[in-house]
């Protein structure tokens, strides 16, 4: 039976602390920890917008948490440079598995959704620019709820824009708050599990699969 899809895009189709690689010119061999960081706060920081009930659009909470690893490495940037990096993110390659795995998903019927804490604009454009966009049938952001995941309602908007049961659904992310939200909200959920080092957050709500890339994630029946 078909199945809907939805893609989490930044840490499952794209590599976010790949703006290291942005940064080594600024940051030496501190750049892969800057990217970490980065990723890491500007995450929180929709957290804490969520919970608090400000809802600023995601690319609010990315430039927010690039100020505060700015002051946490003791660097200074010029607007400019500052700038520059911002357009990465838009520029980021989409993990070497996605398009594989997408296309092989696509080819047995099955809808594709990227799912989304970034705008939709935003999100186009890097998913067009890393190659993935002509695979997916929709992007669908959390922008047009005006919250962030893992709120249950941005999850109740993917199933209503999908025109999908929860049961015929699937929250795929490499991240696992997100699979987390998925399945407390009633959806399947998949974790992708890039790096086995990581271990998952011993919840109540554990991943129905554990998948190593997407090519892995096609082959399961």
């Known amino acids: 039976m078909n199945k809907t899809f939805a893609f989490d895009v930044y840490g499952t189709l794209v590599d976010p602390v790949q703006m290291g690689l942005h940064l080594e010119v600024h940051l030496g061999d501190r750049a892969r920890a800057f990217g970490q960081l980065w990723h890491e706060k500007k995450v929180e920081y929709a957290f804490r917008r969520g919970l608090m009930e400000r809802y600023r659009d995601f690319g609010v909470c990315t430039r927010q948490a690039l100020d505060y690893c700015l002051r946490v490495f003791g660097v200074e940037l010029s607007d400019d440079e500052v700038t520059e990096l911002m357009a990465k993110f838009g520029e980021l390659d989409a993990f070497p598995d996605v398009r594989p795995g997408l296309t092989a998903l696509k080819q047995r019927g099955h809808k594709l959704v990227a799912f989304s804490n970034g705008p939709v604009a935003a999100v186009r454009a890097l998913l067009g620019h890393g190659g993935v966009l002509p695979l997916l049938d929709d992007v669908i952001s959390v922008d047009e709820v005006g919250t962030f995941k893992p709120s249950p309602r941005v999850?109740?908007?993917?199933?209503?824009?999908?025109g999908v049961a929860p049961e015929d659904c699937w929250m795929i992310s490499g991240n696992p708050w997100d699979v987390i939200g998925g399945k407390a909200a009633g959806l399947n959920a998949a974790w992708v599990q890039r790096d086995l080092d990581k271990i998952f957050d011993p919840w109540e709500y554990q991943p129905d699969l554990v998948v190593?890339?997407?090519?892995?994630?096609?082959?399961?029946e």
């Open 212 to 220: 190593r890339d997407l090519v892995e994630l096609s082959q399961i």
């Open 155 to 162: 999850y109740a908007h993917l199933l209503h824009r999908a």
